[in-house]
């Protein structure tokens, strides 16, 4: 085993393995490592140019003597350790291999878990378990790779993306690295001992925190790669992580307002009615929502004309009521597609490796759009700018299904222009929201948001609002959507929303979901993006002005109504009020939503992203930050009408709602009647909340 210094990067040889360790944005490194004769290449999310600085490289020659060996001087050895060193961090590669990376007062950030026939701080270890272990795969030259880390005890983990789990501290879980509809596998966490770290692979795989080791496993990858940054706060390794894989856009101004949308308006009567009642109770609308099976066949691309006879007026006539056009779009052609026969000519659809050639068979047999190949990409954009930005002026789209939702989720069956889904399957999304953003800034527009299902390491550079995917209408559900938007946040994607009140199993005239749906709804006017949806039950029957079939094509129903004045009076009351908070909240939104841009600051944080120095701040669960002034106590269980509510130190807190000031660092108890969030504003910030108890 030997070093070299190769222009601003440390390598390592040993035997076929070659480790690459080089500086990568401010305080960072990344590490490759592959027993391929050459590195891919390939810099999957870090896809920012960064400056790489000037490396400080140490290699230095070292005389030892294994503990066996002690008594026997002829069977001393000789070897090489180094160093290298970016700011704050630096990497230790010992004599056997191991890296250990230190911040700058010196102390263990993390280090490789070796278990071989070594002297490990005295402790002799035969396991012969590697660190870094990039096992063949017979017959190719891909590798099943396991990556281990040491584990620690006090070691604090947040982010990950969007899993449906309760945990926000993710020490002790289980994560497949894959998506699926309601998650999103985004591998960057940050750690409460000062670092961040990033898987920098898309493949399918899995990562456990565990108590004895951290484990990264790869089902089938060319190499090694991470990359890991030292902050001495969590904003500090936030802004090191935006840096190289890219900061979310400014938020346009139609997403800081209220968006309606439901399962599904059927016709341009139905979009425009809802509108305009909308707007006759005086109630704010910036977005309203046309969603899936608007035309004629998945693959299209365009209204059908039976349900949508001249979308221009409709377009014109919402934009007169300052309301925004979203159109849903499907990564699904069907073979019955004007679209299918060019696409597959040209590969532009995912393949099968084996079995029949379909992915989907939900209403006609389909196959996903290969987001990965430049042309597909090319093709899906121009047929939407075509059909829907160019003839009427909608440039807001829905790009569902994102993850893809494969039917079943069998990773090893589909290939991609990129490589084996195996391989790349996880940068699918990221790819999808690039080619509608690089359509769109092609075509001269800035004011760009693609709200998509599903989010990797990188998507926010491409105006990525990723929603949490179709979630029951439950209090579990609610509860475990608040760590999702706030480890989606940890992980790099500020924009995010949910369904408010769940997308399946609500009737809208049942007064237990009533509840939920108010708690939920006070909640979303403090998430990045304020949005109604869900299916609701029981679904519309076909009827004689929409058939269930016309000319043979299936038309899908739509749920219940699941406008605001849906539930009842009672309930109407209470949205309407938050509906008018959001409007009067705008300029801080922005605000908070330029931070973002600006510097990687999510729009939810935990508390701890502020108050790091509060040891309480890094336990709470149930409380947040809406940008930096505003503290957010949702109310969780169902019957609740008081909450108990932790308060930082380092800060006095002002109830937005009686006014009484508290000191932070205490537990407080307040009042929580169904109409009221608890919510504290920062040192006597005036946000424009406006608010008083009355009901």
């Known amino acids: 085993?030997?070093?070299?210094?190769?222009?601003?990067?440390?390598?390592?040889?040993?035997?076929?393995?070659?480790?690459?360790?080089?500086?990568?944005?401010?305080?960072?490194?990344?590490?490759?490592?592959?027993?391929?004769?050459?590195?891919?290449?390939?810099?999957?999310?870090?896809?920012?140019?960064?400056?790489?600085?000037?490396?400080?490289?140490?290699?230095?020659?070292?005389?030892?003597?294994?503990?066996?060996?002690?008594?026997?001087?002829?069977?001393?050895?000789?070897?090489?350790?180094?160093r290298i060193r970016n700011g704050r961090i630096t990497a230790e590669v010992g004599y056997e291999g191991w890296i250990t990376f230190r911040n700058e007062k010196g102390e263990v950030l993390t280090q490789e878990y070796w278990r071989q026939r070594n002297v490990l701080g005295g402790y002799v270890v035969p396991l012969r378990v590697d660190g870094r272990e990039l096992r063949p795969i017979q017959g190719t030259d891909d590798y099943l790779l396991t990556a281990r880390f040491e584990a620690f005890a006090d070691e604090m983990i947040f982010g990950m993306g969007q899993y449906q789990i309760p945990q926000l501290n993710k020490k002790g879980c289980v994560l497949e690295l894959a998506h699926r509809n309601s998650q999103s596998s985004v591998p960057f966490?940050?750690?409460?001992?000062?670092?961040?770290?990033?898987?920098?692979?898309?493949?399918?795989?899995?990562?456990?925190?565990?108590?004895?080791?951290?484990?990264?496993?790869?089902?089938?990858?060319?190499?090694?790669?991470?990359?890991?940054?030292?902050?001495?706060?969590?904003?500090?390794?936030?802004?090191?992580?935006?840096?190289?894989?890219?900061?979310?856009?400014?938020?346009?101004?139609?997403?800081?307002?209220?968006?309606?949308?439901k399962l599904r308006y059927r016709t341009q009567e139905e979009v425009l009615s809802v509108a305009r009642e909308h707007k006759k109770r005086g109630y704010p609308m910036d977005v309203i929502v046309v969603d899936f099976f608007h035309w004629p066949l998945e693959g299209d691309f365009r209204f059908d004309s039976r349900c949508f006879p001249d979308p221009g007026s409709m377009v014109a006539e919402l934009r007169d009521m300052g309301i925004e056009t979203v159109v849903s779009v499907w990564p699904t052609v069907d073979r019955r597609s004007e679209n299918f026969r060019k696409m597959a000519e040209r590969g532009y659809l995912v393949r099968n490796d084996r079995g029949v050639g379909n992915q989907g068979s939900w209403v006609g047999e389909t196959n996903y759009f290969d987001a990965t190949h430049p042309g597909a990409r090319k093709f899906v954009w121009e047929k939407c700018r075509e059909n829907y930005m160019d003839a009427y002026g909608i440039h807001i789209f829905w790009l569902d299904e994102a993850e893809p939702e494969y039917g079943p989720y069998d990773f090893d069956l589909y290939r991609y222009y990129d490589g084996p889904a195996l391989q790349v399957s996880n940068e699918y999304p990221k790819c999808y929201a690039q080619a509608f953003y690089e359509g769109m800034k092609e075509a001269g527009r800035d004011d760009i948001l693609s709200l998509v299902r599903c989010a990797w390491a990188g998507s926010q550079r491409y105006g990525t609002l990723t929603w949490s995917g179709d979630i029951s209408s439950t209090w579990r559900a609610f509860r475990e959507q608040l760590q999702a938007g706030l480890s989606m946040g940890i992980a790099g994607i500020p924009w995010w929303t949910s369904d408010i009140g769940g997308f399946l199993g609500a009737m809208p005239g049942d007064p237990a979901f009533h509840e939920l749906l108010v708690r939920w709804f006070a909640w979303a006017c403090f998430c990045p993006v304020f949005r109604m949806h869900g299916e609701r039950q029981p679904w519309y029957d076909p009827d004689e002005a929409h058939p269930e079939y016309v000319n043979g094509v299936l038309q899908i129903s739509s749920g219940a109504p699941n406008e605001v004045w849906s539930f009842g009076p009672d309930v109407e009351k209470i949205l309407a009020r938050y509906m008018f908070l959001r409007e009067r909240m705008r300029p801080y939104v922005r605000e908070v939503m330029r931070m973002a841009h600006e510097t990687g600051e999510p729009v939810m944080r935990p508390l701890f992203f502020a108050f790091p120095e509060d040891e309480n701040a890094w336990h709470v669960?149930?409380?947040?930050?809406?940008?930096?002034?505003?503290?957010?106590?949702?109310?969780?269980?169902?019957?609740?009408?008081?909450?108990?509510?932790?308060?930082?130190?380092?800060?006095?807190?002002?109830?937005?709602?009686?006014?009484t000031t508290y000191t932070g660092g205490q537990w407080v108890t307040v009042r929580a009647p169904l109409h009221v969030i608890p919510l504290f504003t920062r040192n006597g910030a005036d946000l424009g909340l406006q608010l008083t108890e009355e009901a």
């Open 1 to 82: 085993m030997f070093f070299e210094k190769k222009g601003n990067a440390l390598v390592l040889h040993n035997g076929t393995e070659q480790v690459l360790l080089e500086p990568w944005g401010e305080d960072s490194l990344r590490v490759r490592a592959t027993h391929r004769a050459e590195m891919s290449g390939r810099d999957w999310a870090l896809m920012e140019t960064v400056p790489q600085g000037s490396a400080e490289i140490e290699i230095e020659n070292i005389n030892y003597t294994e503990k066996w060996n002690v008594d026997r001087p002829d069977k001393q050895r000789t070897g090489q350790i180094a």
């Open 189 to 261: 966490y940050l750690s409460s001992r000062g670092y961040g770290f990033l898987w920098n692979n898309p493949s399918i795989g899995q990562c456990v925190f565990g108590m004895n080791l951290t484990e990264w496993t790869s089902q089938s990858c060319k190499e090694l790669d991470y990359w890991i940054t030292a902050g001495d706060t969590p904003e500090m390794i936030l802004r090191h992580y935006a840096d190289v894989t890219g900061h979310v856009p400014m938020m346009p101004e139609y997403g800081m307002g209220y968006w309606q949308c």
């Open 621 to 659: 669960e149930d409380t947040y930050l809406f940008g930096p002034d505003l503290l957010v106590a949702p109310v969780l269980e169902e019957g609740a009408r008081e909450r108990h509510v932790y308060l930082p130190c380092g800060a006095s807190w002002k109830d937005a709602w009686s006014g």
